[in-house]
């Protein structure tokens, strides 16, 4: 990935149908410098554990866009708040990975999915409408933040 800027001020975007903030700018010196750097969690750690993965090892896959409003239980979601880029991300030790960016209201997460098969998920999204890869990065983002919430729960619990 090749983070753009569409002007100074603005945030840093990935350069994909995600649109995905990846940094930003705060009127300064530095506003002319491309973030080269993500946080992402790792999902295989039994505690929340963040690393950080350069943009240029990101080679995007498909996006997760909500589309038009729909219904989802007693309400009607509209789309917009949530955007989901998948990407494969290669490491040199551990081959490639998947790495789900998101942005929310809360700002921009990510996860990777190491140790699993980047050809199995290629198959679960090629083809899929983007509201549909929505919809699985979406659920793939409630089960994480379960799994988080149970963990703080057990550590504090001690």
């Known amino acids: 990935m090749k983070p753009r800027l ?84 290669t490491d040199s030790l551990d081959g490639e990975n998947i790495v789900i960016l998101s942005n929310t209201l809360d700002g921009t997460r990510g996860v990777i999915l190491p140790y699993t098969s980047t050809e199995a998920w290629k198959t679960v999204f090629y083809g899929l409408p983007s509201k549909q890869v929505w919809d699985i990065c979406w659920t793939l983002k409630r089960i994480h933040d379960s799994k988080s919430s149970q963990e703080q729960e057990v550590l504090t619990r001690d």
């Open 6 to 89: 569409l002007r100074a001020g603005y945030f840093w975007r990935s350069n994909d149908p995600a649109d995905i903030i990846v940094g930003e700018s705060h009127f300064n010196e530095a506003v002319c410098i491309a973030p080269t750097l993500i946080s992402v969690v790792d999902v295989n750690c039994l505690v929340h554990h963040e690393i950080s993965i350069s943009l240029s090892r990101l080679e995007f896959l498909v996006a997760g866009l909500f589309g038009p409003s729909r219904p989802f239980g007693l309400e009607v979601w509209n789309g917009g708040g949530h955007r989901y880029g998948v990407y494969i991300y």
